[in-house]
């Protein structure tokens, strides 16, 4: 997929006030400071769509971005924020569950992960909500430049190995790199085919 537009559309924190239209929306979140932002910027090759920065826990809105006229890419706050208030944080968590657990438009989830940790609590938390509550993700690896290839496959492995004690497959996962546009075309590809797939079955029915 070649991204020939992107551009915001709309900011909120009420599920209700989020595009009316039907287009097939896709979210991406994460832990604080995990990249989001610039995987963002380098999936649309726009420097500044998603505002980036040293603060943990910039992104404290549902941001939608409306792509090629035919998909929103959705930023969501990220979980487990270093310097926000007890009261934010259940209030970014209401409407982030809130956006999961209702938002129809929802095709995917891209849940982010540092891909030069092993697997935190935090993140096998949040997938785990996520496959309990039936909603569909991938897993996007951040920041690859960071590690050597044999240090990203042990680092994914052992990923996998401790999803598979709780799933009976894995999740589709893509490892990337915003710095140097790693996996960026395995994700809009991943994205592509599944609109595709929409389109099908819209047609089928």
């Not at 997929?1 to 595009?19: D, H, L, Q, R, T």
Request: charged letters at 25%; aromatic letters at 12%; one cysteine or more.
């Amino acid at each position: 997929m070649k991204i020939k537009s992107a551009e915001f559309v709309v900011s909120n924190s009420e599920v209700a006030k989020c595009p009316k239209n039907a287009l097939p929306e896709y979210a991406f979140i994460g832990r604080s400071n995990v990249g989001k932002s610039s995987l963002i910027n380098m999936l649309t090759d726009r420097k500044s769509l998603a505002k980036t920065s040293g603060r943990p826990g910039k992104t404290q809105l549902i941001n939608h971005f409306l792509i090629n006229e035919n998909w929103y890419l959705v930023d969501l706050p990220g979980y487990g924020y270093a310097r926000v208030s007890k009261s934010s944080k259940k209030k970014f968590q209401k409407f982030i569950t809130d956006y999961f657990e209702k938002r129809q438009q929802l095709v995917s989830a891209f849940v982010l992960v540092d891909i030069r940790h092993k697997p935190q609590p935090i993140d096998l938390e949040f997938m785990k909500y996520m496959g309990e509550s039936e909603i569909p993700f991938g897993i996007i690896f951040t920041k690859a430049d960071k590690l050597k290839p044999k240090a990203i496959e042990r680092h994914v492995d052992e990923y996998c190995q401790e999803l598979l004690k709780f799933w009976e497959e894995l999740p589709p996962y893509f490892v990337t790199s915003a710095s140097n546009y790693i996996g960026k075309d395995d994700v809009l590809n991943f994205i592509e085919n599944t609109n595709e797939e929409i389109e099908q079955l819209r047609s089928n029915n």
